[in-house]
Every structure is written in structure tokens, then in C-alpha cells.
């Protein structure tokens, strides 16, 4: 039973144009969401989270929107770079003390 | 190096052989976190230390999964008697706090084990 949904394995963007990657949830008990990025034969890397205070974070390039109401979080790119392409996992906490649940992940192509 | 380091990267086992999967965190990381990741799905938690506590093994899938830390630093990963679905990337990561989830965990690059 999945917790943590990411429904597009994969998803390709034009350079310079935004990437939209979602991701849906089902335990009404996450309290903070992150998203980690990683590359082929590397280990995930922290790439921007947010908590359930909030809607929406920002940090450079990026950007994560909370819908809570929906148990819906999405990560806007933009612009898009080719340094992007990667796979992009959603994983969500209880709280940040309490152990992450990824998603599936989401491979991002960045087309030239 | 500076990063969190795992061995062997690749390991082959024949079904029913013992492996150990060694993980070296960050120097003077308090937490570490062991994770298995197969094909195609997320990291999956498998269990949580704390220096050399384990204060969470709810994710090891059976008891032929077995886990320790006894200096608090290095940690061994040891699965008795392989069998196929236990192919998977095994990540360990290790953070300087004592929390489990956050912005302050760091992976290393796993370790590849395939059961055949």
C-alpha cells in the first residue's frame, strides 16, 4: 500500500521550460514532505522540502506547493536545465523526527 | 573521503550465501539509516541508529536481515541465506543529528546486491 504516489514514472521538458513533477499522499498524519533528486549510480540528494504550515517554498529554481486539503504536493522547475535530468523523489515524515517515505520516483528528461 | 562510503558497490550471491554490506557515514554523524531500494520503486526504510543504539528496526523485512553498529561508527548491513527478492540497491546514510528524516541526511551511493 503506497503512501506515497508519484503516478508519472517519467517526464520530458524542453530546456527553458518549466518541469512539473507531482506527487499525491494518503496518510493525513505527514506533517513534513521532502524532495530528493538523484543521478544514475549515486545516492538521493536533498533538494528542497516544506512543512505542513506552509503552501508553497521556494529555494532558487525551485519551488514545492503544498495542498493539504488535496494530500497533493507538486515541484515546479523552472527554468529547466540539462543538469536537471534526474530521477526526482517525493518521500513525506509524520514529522521530522520520524523516518521518510519515498515515492517511486519520477524520471526527468530535459530535452535540448 | 568526505561522503558516506559503501562495500562492496556490487556483490553477486548465490541463493542461500550469507553477504555483509559495510557502511562508513560521515565522521561524527550521530544518525545512521539503512534503506533498500529495488527496481523501479523508492528507497524503503529498514532500520535507525543512533550512535550505536538501533532505535528502529521496523523496516527489516525478516529476521534473516540483521543490522549493527557497535562503535557507533561503522555499520554492517548482514542478510543470511539470499534469496532473489532480496536483489536491490541497499543505501545507507548517516546524519550529524538525531533525527530521522530531514534536510540533513546524506546517502551514499549503495551497494548493488544481485541474488542469483
Known amino acids: 500500500d503506497q503512501q506515497v504516489k508519484q503516478n508519472s514514472p517519467s517526464l520530458s521538458v524542453q530546456e527553458g521550460r518549466i518541469s512539473i513533477l507531482n506527487c499525491d499522499y494518503t496518510?493525513?498524519?505527514?506533517?513534513?514532505f521532502l524532495w530528493y533528486k538523484k543521478y544514475p549510480a549515486e545516492g538521493p540528494t536533498f533538494l528542497i522540502s516544506i512543512s505542513s504550515i506552509k503552501d508553497k517554498n521556494e529555494d532558487g529554481r525551485f519551488t514545492v506547493f503544498l495542498n493539504k486539503s488535496a494530500k497533493h504536493l507538486s515541484l515546479h522547475i523552472v527554468p529547466s536545465q540539462p543538469g536537471d535530468s534526474a530521477v526526482y523523489f517525493c518521500?513525506?515524515?509524520?514529522?521530522?523526527?520520524?523516518?521518510?517515505?519515498f515515492g517511486k520516483g519520477t524520471r526527468l528528461h530535459i530535452l535540448p | 573521503g568526505a561522503g558516506v562510503s559503501q562495500s562492496p558497490r556490487y556483490k553477486v550471491a548465490k541463493r542461500g550465501q550469507d553477504v555483509a554490506l559495510r557502511c562508513d557515514p560521515i565522521s561524527g554523524h550521530v544518525s545512521l539509516f539503512w534503506y533498500q531500494q529495488a527496481l523501479g520503486q523508492g528507497p524503503e526504510f529498514l532500520t535507525y541508529?543512533?550512535?550505536?543504539?538501533?532505535?528502529?528496526k521496523s523496516g527489516l523485512p525478516s529476521d534473516r536481515f540483521f543490522a549493527e553498529r557497535p562503535e557507533g561508527s561503522v555499520s554492517t548491513l548482514k542478510i543470511q541465506r539470499t534469496q532473489q527478492e532480496d536483489s536491490a540497491v541497499y543505501l545507507c546514510a548517516s546524519s550529524p543529528f538525531g533525527q530521522l528524516s530531514g534536510n540533513t541526511i546524506y546517502f551514499g551511493e549503495g551497494s548493488w546486491l544481485t541474488v542469483v
Open positions: 518521500a513525506a515524515s509524520p514529522n521530522r523526527d520520524d523516518k521518510i517515505i
Open positions: 541508529f543512533q550512535n550505536e543504539a538501533q532505535l528502529d
Open positions: 496518510n493525513s498524519m505527514f506533517d513534513y
